[in-house]
């Protein structure tokens, strides 16, 4: 049974830093992107961030570059998320999901074939 249990959420002020975790178990992704979605109350889950450790590509939803910073730690089955500069519009619950699909679209970048999802840890940013 393939679990993501995600850890590392809670309150933090506008401008601190949180570290999310994310740690799969009953099957390795070190060939797939493993990575970060996030969704606030009545809106659709958002893209965070994906890294493939494999072939090194990494993205970020413009919102979150130059703050947040994906890792991975194969020998773990763990994703990070390091999350700097937190603002309140960054309140969300963050889920962590495996595999991510990137496909390069004329609208943009499109993340798909997410299989596995993890329960969700909440980030809340007071202002």
């Known amino acids: 049974q393939v679990q993501l249990v995600e850890s590392g959420g809670g309150l933090v002020q506008t401008g601190g830093s949180l570290r999310l975790s994310c740690a799969a178990s009953g099957r390795t992704f070190s060939s797939h992107a493993m990575g970060w979605f996030r969704q606030t109350p009545g809106k659709e889950r958002d893209f965070v961030a994906s890294?493939?450790?494999?072939?090194?590509?990494?993205y970020y939803a413009d919102s979150v570059k130059g703050r947040f910073t994906i890792s991975r730690d194969n020998a773990k089955n763990t994703v990070y998320l390091q999350m700097n500069r937190l603002k309140p519009e960054d309140t969300a619950i963050y889920y962590c999901?495996?595999?991510?699909?990137?496909?390069?679209?004329?609208?943009?970048?499109?993340?798909?074939?997410?299989?596995?999802w993890g329960k969700g840890t909440l980030v809340t940013v007071s202002s």
């Open positions: 890294n493939n450790w494999r072939s090194g590509s990494t």
């Open positions: 999901a495996a595999p991510i699909f990137t496909e390069v679209r004329a609208t943009g970048l499109h993340y798909y074939g997410m299989e596995y």
